[in-house]
């Protein structure tokens, strides 16, 4: 915990502290994981690994194709194949990547909102 988190800490109130602890606890990577299956776009998470495995399969398909091949011009092709192939799979790994990070960054917005929320009624009252 760094110097910013303790002088929050101290800034809440003692009913607020229990919200702090419940923040505090970040998911692990395999409930961010599972959590990109429950959202809107479920469908293209879905669609995304499916064509990883497709891009992944035939990755495979022309190295073995490239290791099989006699001719210069069919080694450049499997071999240019494969790293199309390849860039498939990295294309889509980052792409899940970053809708594991936009989560993350929407769950720590929500957080805000709570925050704001709370502190929105405190002024109230």
Known sequence: MNELDKKIREAL???DADLAD????EPSIFEML?????GKHRWLVFLS????FVFMALAVLS???????????????????????LSGVSMMKVWFWMELNKN???????RLELQIARLA???KE
């Open 34 to 38: 599972f959590e990109t299956f429950r």
């Open 49 to 52: 690994i499916f064509w990883t």
């Open 13 to 15: 109130r003692a009913e």
């Open 63 to 85: 190295v073995i194709q490239f290791f099989r091949a006699e001719e210069t011009r069919d080694l450049v092709m499997w071999a240019a194949a494969s790293a199309l192939f």
């Open 22 to 25: 419940d923040f505090d606890s």
């Open 121 to 123: 009624g405190r002024l």
């Open 104 to 110: 993350a960054v929407t769950r720590e917005i929500k």
